[in-house]
C-alpha cells in the first residue's frame, strides 16, 4: 500500500491520463479546424472539385452535380456554418456574462458561511475549489461547442466521399469533447489535491470543485436546453405546421437558431453535465475514503479513483481509434452503425476491467481480498452502466418494437402517439432502477459506502468514448440540416441522415447513461454528507422514517424534481411564443418567400420585404432565443441551489438528509421517463420519414403503412406488376385482392388518384408523430437531462454545507438559530425572483405587443395593398363590384368548360348485354350522366372553383337535358377515356382561372354565375 507522504504516486496516474487526454483533445481540434471546405478558385480546389464531380454519383450510377454545383453547395454550407458558430458564441458570451456574476456572489457567500475559528480560512480555500470547478466546466463547455460549430460543415463536405469520412470528422469533434472534460477534470482536482494535501480538510475544500462545475453544469443545461428546444419548436410549428414547409428550410429564420441550439445544449451542456459527474465521483470517493480509513490504506483508497479514472481515458482512446477506423460501408443501417460505435465502447469497457485488476492489484496487493472486492465494485458500476445505455437504445432506437407501436399508432391521430409515447418513457425506469438497485446492494456488500461510490468510478471510467458517442450526435443532426438548407443532392443527404439517425440513438442512450452516474454519484455524494454532518458515525443520531422531519424532507424533495421540470416546460413554452412571433412576423413582411418553390435556387437568395429589409433574417432568432434562455434559466437554478440551503436550516440535517434522497428518488425516475419519451418520440417521427422515403421495408419496400413522403417515391410504381399494387396501394393486402385492382390501375387517372392518397396518408401520420416529436422535445433535451444535474447539485451543496450544518449542532431542525436563517433567505431569494421575474414579464410583454403591432401593420399594409388592385381590377372589368366580376369570370369558365366535358362525355359508349345486343338510349343516357356527374368535380378541382349545390344542380340539370337529346343506342366510332374528358375541358377553360383569381370573391349560394366561387 502507499505511504503517508506518497501524493505523487497518489495521483499519478491520473495526471497522465489527464495530460494525454488533453494532448489528443487539441490533436483532433487542430485536425477539423485546420482544413478548410474547397470553396475557392484556386488551382487545389478546383481539382477536388473536379475530382468529386466525376467520383460522385447517385444508386444509379449518374454523376450527382458538376463541379460548379459543388462550388455552390460548398460556399452555402460554409455561409451556414458561420451563422451557427457565430449565434453559438454569442449564446454562451451572454450565458458565461451572467455565470460570472452568479460564481463571485456565491464564492463570497461560501466564505462567509464557512468560516471557523479554528479554521478560518476553510471558507476561502472552498471558495477557490468553487471558482476552479467552475472555470473548467464552463472552459471544457466551451471548447466542446467551438469544435462541434466547425466540425459540422466539414462533416457535410465529407459525406459527399463517403458516410465513413464523415462519421470520422463528427466522432472526432466528439473526442475533442469527450478529452476537454475527462482531461480538465481529472486535472483539476489532481492539482487541488496536490496543493491542498497538507491539509487536515483538504477533501471538504475539494467538494467546493465539485458544486463549481455542478452550478455551470445546471445553468448550462437550462440555459441551453431552453434556447434549442424553443428554436426547434418555434421553427417546427411555423416552418412544417402553419406553413408546410419542410424541416431545416433555409427560408425559416429559425433554422439557423434550431442548428445553433443544437451545439449549446446538447454539446456544451451535456460537457458540463458529465464534467460534474466524473468529478463528483472522484472526489465523493476519496471523501468517504479518508473518513472511514487511515494510514496506508486510506492513501490507497484515495489513488483508486484517480487510478481507475486515469487508465480508463487512456483505453478509451483505443476505442475512439476503432470507430473512426474500422470499415463502414456507404449503405450502412442504424444497426450497422451502432455496431461501429459500440465495438469501440465494449473494447474500451474490456480494457478496464483489465487495467482495474492492475490498479486494485498494485494499491491494495493482489493477494489481498479487498483488492477484488473493490475490483468488483468497479466492475459492478460499469455493468451498471451498460446495461442503463442499452436499454435505453432498446426504448428509444427506431429499429426497436417499442418505438415502431409509436409510430404506428399513428394511425389513430395525436393522442394515441402521444400517450403511446408517455407509456414507453414510464415502461423504462424499470430495468434502470433494477440494475441500479443491484448495483447499490452489490457494491455496498462488497465495499461498504465507499464501495458504493467507488461504482459511480467505474460506471464514468469509459466517459472518454461515451461521451464522444453522444457528443458526435448534434454535429451530425448540423451537418444534416445545413446539407438540406444548402440544397446538396439527396444521396449526400442520406448519408448526413443516417448519421443523424445513429446520432440521436447514441444520445438518447447517453441521457440515460448521465442519469444512471448521476445516481451512483449522488449516493456517494449522500454519503459523503451524512458523514461530514455528523448524522452518521461518531454520534447517536439517525436518519430514520420515524422522525417527523425525515418524512417532512422526503416529502419535500420527491417534489422538487416536477416543480423544476415545471420550470423549465413553461420556460421553453414561452421562449418558443417569442420565436414563432418573430418567424411569423417575417413571413408577414416577406410573403415572397413562401410563394418560392421548393428546391429552386431563389430559396438560397435573400429576400427584401415590405419594410425594405432583408428576409430572412437568422440573427433575430438567434438574439431572441439568447435572451429568453439566459433569462428563463435563472428561476429554475435558483431554486436548485437555495432549496437545501433552506431545509438544511430549517429542517437541520435530518431533514436535508431525506430531501436528498426524496430528491434523488423522484428526480431519477422523472428524468428517465422523461428523457426516453421524448427519445422514443423523436425515432417514431424519423422512422415515419424514413418509411415514407424508403420503404417500411428494405426487402419489399413497401408504402402502405405511411405513405410517400414526395411524389417522386411514386415513380417506382408499376402498374402491370401485382407486388408493387401491394407494396403501394393500402387496401391491396393480399395478391387476390391487387390483381383485381391491377384493371383499374392501368390508367393514369387512377393511378394519381393513388399517389395523391399515398400523399394524404404521409401527411396524416407525419402530423401525428410531429406533434408527438414537439411534446418531447422539452422533455428530452431540457428538464429530463437537467434533473439529473438537480439531483446532483444539491447532494453537492449539502456537502459543501456540511461543516457549517454539523457547527449549527441543530440536527433535527427548528433549532433557535436556523429557522431564522432559513427564514431571511428564503425571504431574499422570494424577493429577488419576484422582481426579477416581473421584469422579465413585463420586458416579455412589451417585446410580443412590439412583435404584434409589427404583424399587424404588416397585415394591414397588404390588406390595403389587396384593395387597391381588387379597385384596379374592378375598373378594368367594367363591373360594379367584386360579385358581378367574380360572377362574369365564372359564366366565362362555365361556357367554355362545361360544353367540352359535355362533348367528351358523349363519346362514352355504354355496352349493350352482349357482343351483339347495342346498349339501348336509356343505358347510354344514365352511363353518361353518371359520367358527368363524377367528372365535375375534378374540373371544379383543376380550375380552382367551387360550384354551390344550386349552381352544381342547375349545371347537372342543364347537361342532362343535353345528354339526353345527344344519347342513342347508336355506338361511336372510339370511346374516349374518362380523363380525357376531364382533361379536353381543363384544357379549353384554361385561360379563364387567371381572371377568376384576381377578383377572388367568395359569392352567396344562388348569386349570378351559377352560384360558383373561384
Known amino acids: 500500500m502507499l505511504a503517508n507522504n506518497d501524493i505523487g504516486t ?88 451572467y455565470l460570472v456574476v452568479f460564481c ?16 478560518p480560512l476553510a471558507g476561502l480555500f472552498t471558495a477557490i475549489c468553487f471558482l476552479v470547478g467552475a472555470l473548467l466546466s464552463g472552459s471544457a463547455g466551451y471548447v466542446g461547442m467551438l ?119 446538447d454539446v456544451a451542456g451535456m460537457g458540463a453535465d458529465l464534467f460534474e459527474s466524473f468529478v463528483g465521483g472522484i472526489i465523493a470517493t476519496a471523501t468517504l475514503a479518508v473518513s472511514q480509513s487511515t494510514g496506508d490504506l486510506a492513501n490507497a483508497e484515495v489513488a483508486l479513483p484517480f487510478w481507475v479514472a486515469g487508465f480508463g481515458i487512456m483505453v478509451a482512446l483505443i476505442g475512439t481509434v476503432i470507430v473512426r477506423t474500422y470499415p463502414l460501408p456507404n449503405k450502412a443501417d442504424l444497426d450497422r452503425l451502432l455496431l461501429q460505435i459500440n465495438l469501440g465502447i465494449f473494447t474500451s469497457a474490456f480494457l478496464v476491467v483489465i487495467m482495474s485488476i492492475v490498479a486494485c492489484g498494485v494499491l491494495f496487493g493482489f493477494e489481498n481480498e479487498l483488492a477484488w472486492r ?45 400517450i403511446m409515447g408517455l407509456g414507453v418513457g414510464m415502461v423504462s425506469v424499470t430495468v434502470p432502477t433494477l440494475a441500479l438497485c443491484a448495483a447499490i446492494l452489490g457494491c455496498n456488500a462488497l465495499g461498504g459506502l465507499y464501495g458504493v461510490s467507488l461504482s459511480s468510478v467505474g460506471l464514468l471510467a469509459t466517459l472518454g468514448i461515451t461521451l464522444a458517442t453522444d457528443a458526435y ?99 421553453v413554452n414561452k421562449a418558443a411564443q417569442a420565436i414563432i412571433a418573430e418567424v411569423r412576423r417575417q413571413f408577414s413582411a416577406c410573403p415572397e418567400l413562401l410563394r418560392l418553390e421548393e428546391g429552386s435556387d431563389e430559396i438560397y437568395e435573400p429576400h427584401t420585404g415590405s419594410d425594405g429589409k432583408s428576409y430572412p433574417n437568422s440573427a433575430n432568432c438567434v438574439a431572441i432565443a439568447t435572451t429568453s434562455a439566459v433569462a428563463e434559466m435563472v428561476l429554475p437554478g435558483v431554486a436548485a441551489i437555495f432549496a437545501p440551503v433552506i431545509v438544511g436550516f430549517l429542517l437541520g440535517t435530518l431533514g436535508l438528509a431525506g430531501l436528498l434522497v426524496g430528491a434523488l428518488s423522484s428526480g431519477f425516475m422523472l428524468a428517465l421517463t422523461m428523457s426516453n419519451a ?25 408504402f402502405t403503412k405511411y405513405g410517400i413522403k414526395k411524389g417522386s417515391v411514386f415513380n417506382s410504381f408499376d402498374a402491370t406488376s401485382v407486388k408493387s399494387i401491394m407494396d403501394f396501394a393500402p387496401i391491396a393486402t393480399d395478391e387476390a385482392a391487387a390483381a383485381v385492382m391491377q384493371e383499374h390501375l392501368a390508367d393514369t387517372f387512377t393511378q394519381a388518384n393513388l399517389k395523391d392518397e399515398l400523399l394524404d396518408l404521409y401527411h396524416n401520420r407525419h402530423s401525428a408523430v410531429v406533434n408527438g416529436d414537439t411534446v418531447g422535445d422539452p422533455f428530452k433535451d431540457t428538464s429530463g437531462p437537467a434533473l439529473n444535474i438537480l439531483i446532483k447539485l444539491m447532494s453537492v451543496i449539502s456537502l459543501v454545507l456540511a461543516p457549517a450544518f454539523k457547527n449549527l449542532g441543530e440536527h ?40 404584434s403591432n409589427d404583424l399587424n401593420s404588416q397585415k394591414l399594409e397588404l390588406w390595403t395593398k389587396e384593395a387597391v388592385a381588387r ?36 363519346k362514352v359508349e355504354a355496352r349493350g348485354a352482349t357482343k351483339d345486343v347495342p346498349a339501348t338510349a336509356e343505358e347510354t343516357f344514365k352511363l353518361r350522366e353518371s359520367f358527368f356527374a363524377t367528372l365535375l368535380p375534378s374540373i371544379e378541382n383543376r380550375l380552382g372553383m367551387s360550384l354551390s349545390k344550386a349552381g352544381r344542380k342547375a349545371v347537372i340539370a342543364k347537361a342532362t337535358a343535353e345528354l339526353a337529346a345527344g344519347s342513342s343506342p347508336v355506338v361511336e366510332d372510339k370511346a374516349a377515356p374518362a380523363e380525357e374528358a376531364a382533361a379536353a375541358a381543363a384544357t379549353a377553360a384554361a385561360p379563364a382561372p387567371a381572371a377568376a383569381e384576381e377578383a377572388a370573391t367568395p359569392l352567396a349560394d344562388g348569386e349570378p354565375g351559377a352560384g360558383a366561387q373561384a
Not at 456572489?105 to 479554521?119: D, M, R, W
Not at 436563517?821 to 410580443?848: D, E, K, P, T, Y
Request: hydrophobic share 50%; glycine share 12%; proline share 3%.
Open 10 to 97: 497518489q495521483v499519478s496516474v491520473g495526471i497522465a491520463g489527464g495530460i494525454l487526454a488533453v494532448i489528443v483533445a487539441v490533436y483532433f481540434y487542430w485536425s477539423i479546424t485546420s482544413s478548410a471546405l474547397p470553396t475557392n478558385n484556386g488551382a487545389q480546389a478546383a481539382a477536388e472539385r473536379e475530382e468529386l464531380a466525376r467520383t460522385c454519383v447517385d444508386e444509379d450510377g449518374k454523376a450527382i452535380g458538376t463541379a460548379a454545383d459543388f462550388q455552390t453547395w460548398f460556399r452555402r454550407v460554409e455561409k451556414l456554418q458561420v451563422e451557427i458558430h457565430g449565434g453559438a458564441k454569442a449564446f454562451l458570451f451572454a450565458e458565461y456574462r
Open 104 to 119: 463571485i456572489l456565491v464564492a463570497a457567500a461560501l466564505c462567509g458561511i464557512l468560516y471557523q475559528e479554528s479554521e
Open 147 to 265: 469544435v462541434a460549430t466547425e466540425a459540422n460543415s466539414r462533416t457535410a463536405y465529407q459525406c459527399t466521399k463517403s458516410m465513413k469520412a464523415g462519421l470520422e470528422v463528427s466522432f472526432a469533434s466528439g473526442a475533442v469533447m469527450s478529452n476537454s472534460v475527462v482531461g480538465f477534470g481529472i486535472l483539476g482536482v489532481s492539482v487541488l489535491y496536490v496543493i491542498f494535501s497538507s491539509e487536515p480538510l483538504a477533501w471538504q475544500y475539494l467538494s467546493g470543485f465539485g458544486f463549481g462545475a455542478s452550478s455551470i453544469a445546471l445553468f448550462a443545461r437550462v440555459g441551453g436546453g431552453i434556447f434549442t428546444k424553443a428554436a426547434d419548436v418555434g421553427a417546427d410549428l411555423v416552418g412544417k405546421v402553419d406553413s408546410g414547409i419542410p424541416e431545416d428550410d433555409p427560408r425559416n429564420p429559425a433554422t439557423i437558431a434550431d442548428n445553433v441550439g443544437d451545439n449549446v445544449g
Open 374 to 418: 473493490y475490483f468488483g465494485c468497479l466492475v459492478v458500476g460499469l455493468v451498471a452502466g451498460l446495461v442503463v445505455g442499452s436499454f435505453t437504445e432498446y426504448c428509444t432506437s427506431y429499429e426497436k418494437d417499442p418505438t415502431r407501436y409509436i409510430s404506428e399508432s399513428a394511425k389513430f391521430g395525436t393522442a394515441p402517439v402521444i
Open 473 to 571: 450526435g448534434p454535429v451530425a443532426d448540423n451537418a444534416g440540416g445545413i446539407a438540406e438548407m444548402a440544397g446538396m443532392h439527396e444521396s449526400i443527404r442520406g448519408r448526413t441522415d443516417a448519421l443523424d439517425s445513429l446520432g440521436n440513438t447514441t444520445a438518447a442512450t447517453g441521457k440515460g447513461f448521465a442519469i444512471g452516474s448521476a445516481v451512483l454519484t449522488s449516493v456517494g455524494l449522500i454519503a459523503a454528507f451524512l458523514q461530514q454532518s455528523g448524522v452518521i458515525g461518531g454520534t447517536n443520531l439517525s436518519a430514520s422514517l420515524d422522525k417527523p422531519v425525515v418524512l417532512a424532507g422526503v416529502l419535500i424533495g420527491a417534489m422538487l424534481p416536477f416543480v423544476f421540470a415545471a420550470l423549465t416546460m413553461l420556460s
Open 678 to 702: 421524448g427519445g422514443a418520440w423523436d425515432n417514431a417521427k424519423k422512422w415515419v420519414e424514413k418509411c415514407a422515403r424508403e420503404g417500411e421495408d428494405h426487402a419489399a419496400s413497401k
Open 812 to 851: 433535527e431542525g427548528f433549532g433557535p438559530t436556523g429557522w431564522w436563517i432559513a427564514l431571511i433567505v428564503a425571504v431574499v431569494i422570494a424577493i429577488l425572483c419576484i422582481v426579477f421575474v416581473g421584469c422579465v414579464n413585463n420586458a416579455n410583454r412589451a417585446s410580443q405587443d412590439a412583435l
Open 871 to 906: 379597385s384596379t381590377v374592378m375598373a378594368e372589368l367594367k363591373a360594379e363590384d367584386a360579385e358581378d366580376a367574380v360572377a362574369t369570370a365564372v359564366d366565362q369558365i362555365a361556357a367554355i368548360a362545361v360544353p367540352a366535358l359535355l362533348a367528351g362525355v358523349l
